[in-house]
């Protein structure tokens, strides 16, 4: 599938975790576990899919995930550094060699001072952090999907042999 990000094929995405012997887990907010569902569409992803949480209020990303209440407090849930903890939460939570993330403002309001659009997207893994800034444009299902889209993009990126720093 041709995306902003590039050609995204999930499948090859599913292969190249089972090929390396890796799982996933997936931390969601804004996407509602659009990210999950995404990967187990793609047959024999429970090979590698440990499992996915959506953590939708913002309460829930602390509760659940580990991300720090004071970050929250001073910063609101759409902040790069809520990204990496989401990811690194899950990650740790559900038992998983990767950690994915995505929190941002899909719509109609903005939301912790944030215009709509505005998306964080994390991985966290065994090769390191990565946190990417979005600002997406359109209605709530396209910077829903174009959130999903981007995620999974910088997880294929982080799984490469040699990932972008």
Known sequence: MSTPYGDLDVPAL????RAA???VA???SLTGGLVTARLV???GASAVVRGGVVAYATELKAALLGVDEGLLAEHGAVHPEVARQMAHGVRTRLGADWGTATTGVAGPDPQDGQPVGTVYVA????RGDAVRRLALEGDRPAVRAGSVDA???LLAERLRPD???
């Not at 991985?123 to 065994?126: F, I, K």
Request: hydrophobic share 50%; charged share 10%.
């Open 151 to 153: 995620v999974l993009a």
């Open 163 to 165: 990932p972008p720093a």
């Open 41 to 43: 569409e793609v047959p």
């Open 26 to 28: 997936c931390a969601e």
């Open 123 to 126: 991985v966290a893994g065994p």
């Open 21 to 23: 012997g890796a799982t």
């Open 14 to 17: 599913v292969g190249a975790l």
